[in-house]
């Protein structure tokens, strides 16, 4: 499998390039619309075909690319069933193996951040890798206090869907803020400090009620922007219209 793990620095999100080297085929998962040329040339430079995105739920602290990806490359945008706005071409679920080549994708249903967050397992036979979307973050997990979000739905879709993976399962989150890569099962079951270290529900909860995160910066544009897709809608303030402005004329 061709892989490359990239990263959006605004956002501080990961997206995730998976490619089959038989067929050339290629996917990414969460790619971003500031990124969105930056991806295009990765993509050309392993000359490789852009077949799908898939996104892991509806985003508010980015713009996904999806739609403006189809119009350059003819990919399919593919979304949890759960909640697969209109403009998406497949619905994905658990228990339907999404497969393109020899690269073949487990969807997880794991909601808690939003309530259709899905996290993609790859297991190839010699690795397990978790794309674990804001479900679980190195050390951390996707906050819980807006849009659909629930610290105990959060809690039990980790428990039950990721930490009952193996051990040796490599953990690929959708965002790291801290310039980190890649985690375990192992790792987070141990040192994550809100889940790991055998934390019961109620003590997630609490921590989780207790973070007072700040307003999200981009929700009011994102999550709108992101049920169509990643269109951009018009009230992104100037400030974040850079990469509108610039696909819109391109
Ligand atoms: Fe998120």
Partial sequence: MIFRQLIEPDSNTYTYLLACPE?????????VLDTLQRDLDVLQKLDLKLMYTLDTHHHADHLTSARLLRERTGCQVVYPAVEKPDCADIGISEGQPFKMGSVELSPLFTPGHTSHHHAYLLDNGT?????????????????TDFQSGDAATLYRSIHEKLFSLPDETLVYPGHDYEGRFVSSIAQEKVRNPRLGGGKTLEEFVSIM????????RKIDFAVPGNELCGTCPP??????RGPCDLHEQG
Avoid at 23 to 31: E, S
Avoid at 131 to 143: N, T, V
């Fill in 23 to 31: 067929t050339g085929q290629a996917l990414l998962i969460d790619p």
């Fill in 127 to 143: 690795q397990k890798m978790l794309f674990s979307g804001d479900a679980l973050l190195i050390e951390a997990c996707g906050r």
């Fill in 209 to 216: 009620n207790g973070l007072d995160l700040p307003y999200p």
């Fill in 235 to 240: 009230n992104v303030p100037e400030e974040y």
